[in-house]
């Protein structure tokens, strides 16, 4: 039995930067679209990053195979890249412990039932479904 295939678009920011913060996903399964989106009254452009990706992946109900595209190189690259050194050094980076472990965890944690395969595409760059997350976070952010 093959695994529900589901496309996923992430975004996150503040303004300023730290500040106030939103996070958005546009998830897209069998054809249908589905929005999320919500703020944090004081984060991180890099801790909504993370939360937009976490929020998606729980969103799902079964465990799927996933696209997930993102525009952050820090978590495209911390999870495909930096992870496994993290973990073999106890959460400590080349600058020390790892920023956001927290939600780092979570994430962990909230892809583990999943198939991802994580895609870092250019922000600001004309892609509808990043346009779009882009968009959201705005709107959330400015709740």
């Given at each position: 039995?093959?695994?529900?295939?589901?496309?996923?678009?992430?975004?996150?920011?503040?303004?300023?930067?730290?500040?106030?913060?939103?996070?958005?996903?546009?998830?897209?399964?069998?054809?249908k679209t589905m929005e999320l989106s919500g703020f944090d009254?004081?984060?991180?452009?890099n801790r909504m990053e993370l939360t937009a990706a976490i929020?998606?992946?729980?969103?799902?109900?079964?465990?799927?195979?996933?696209?997930?595209?993102?525009?952050?190189?820090?978590?495209?690259?911390?999870?495909?890249?930096?992870?496994?050194?993290?973990?073999?050094?106890?959460?400590?980076?080349?600058?020390?412990?790892?920023?956001?472990?927290?939600?780092?965890?979570?994430?962990?944690?909230?892809?583990?039932?999943?198939?991802?395969?994580?895609?870092?595409?250019?922000?600001?760059?004309?892609?509808?479904?990043?346009?779009?997350?882009?968009?959201?976070?705005?709107?959330a952010r400015n709740r």
């Amino acid at each position: 039995m093959s695994l529900p295939r589901v496309t996923i678009y992430t975004d996150g920011g503040c303004d300023p930067n730290p500040g106030r913060g939103g996070w958005a996903a546009v998830i897209i399964k069998d054809g249908k679209t589905m929005e999320l989106s919500g703020f944090d009254s004081d984060s991180t452009n890099n801790r909504m990053e993370l939360t937009a990706a976490i929020r998606a992946l729980k969103s799902l109900k079964e465990p799927s195979q996933v696209e997930l595209h993102t525009d952050s190189q820090y978590l495209q690259k911390g999870i495909t890249e930096w992870m496994a050194g993290w973990l073999k050094k106890n959460w400590r980076g080349s600058n020390g412990p790892v920023l956001n472990q927290d939600l780092w965890k979570e994430l962990l944690a909230a892809e583990k039932p999943h198939d991802v395969t994580w895609k870092w595409v250019r922000g600001h760059a004309g892609n509808r479904f990043n346009v779009r997350a882009d968009a959201l976070v705005h709107q959330a952010r400015n709740r």
